[in-house]
């Protein structure tokens, strides 16, 4: 069973931080990474992806990736309340074009 | 550009009643997938389709679930009969299935209550 983990939180954050989410993964072929972005009664939005190891930065996210350590970040900067939302993990499956999805971590930015 | 399309946004029903969720993918969008979310088990593929071909249906639930893709603009998720733990949300995405990519877009969601 190809598993994709994630603290549930909430992490807790105050305005202007960095919010530090985290994610780990089972399949070792796995090549494609993406971090969701899911508001409270809404669908999931598609924020970053991430295909090689290393980091890559849009704006004020960045993704990190280790393949040796089957591992995915993404690090808000200057974190805003209206960042308050619940990120999921998301990873292909080897051989497929198909997504497995972390539960997710709620990250609450407070004023 | 339109992004995907879901209807209806909520239905409520009484077990045992037939529920039909449908589906419009982005324009020039080969792949589609029916997720279903709920707070203990998150987002659960159900199944998935390529170029109108159903390719992975193992996270169906059971034969009470069924999913057709007649044509490249428009799929539906049949419940039949449905039980109240089939209540959840209930979410379709597309993806242009790129060679190194898979980016998936999702739909509003339809909320299902099965009382």
């Known amino acids: 069973q190809k598993e994709v983990e994630q603290n549930s939180g909430p992490l807790s954050v105050p305005e202007g931080a960095i919010a530090s989410l985290n994610c780990t993964y089972s399949?070792?072929?796995?090549?494609?990474f993406f971090w969701y972005r899911q508001y409270s009664g809404k669908s999931p939005e598609l924020i970053m992806s991430i295909y090689s190891n290393g980091d890559k930065e849009d704006g004020r996210f960045t993704a990190q990736l280790n393949k040796a350590s089957q591992y995915v970040s993404l690090l808000i900067r200057d974190s805003q309340p209206s960042d308050s939302a619940t990120y999921l993990c998301?990873?292909?499956?080897?051989?497929?074009?198909?997504?497995?999805f972390g539960k997710g971590t709620m990250l609450l930015v407070s004023p | 550009d339109a992004g995907v399309i879901q209807s209806p946004r909520h239905e409520v029903t009484e077990m045992g009643q037939e529920v039909t969720l449908r589906c419009k993918p982005i324009?020039?969008?080969?792949?589609l997938f029916w997720y279903r979310q709920t707070m203990m088990r998150g987002l659960e593929l159900l199944i998935y389709?390529?170029?109108?071909?159903?390719?992975?249906d193992s996270g169906m639930p059971e034969d009470r679930f069924s999913a057709k893709m007649p044509n490249a603009s428009f799929s539906t998720l049949k419940i039949q009969p449905s039980e109240p733990r089939d209540s959840a949300v209930y979410f379709c995405a597309s993806s242009p299935l790129y060679s190194t990519g898979f980016e998936q877009y999702f739909g509003p969601g339809t909320r299902l209550t099965v009382t």
């Open positions: 389709f390529n170029n109108n071909v159903p390719i992975d």
């Open positions: 399949d070792r072929g796995s090549q494609s």
């Open positions: 998301a990873v292909t499956n080897s051989g497929y074009s198909t997504l497995t």
């Open positions: 324009s020039g969008h080969n792949s």
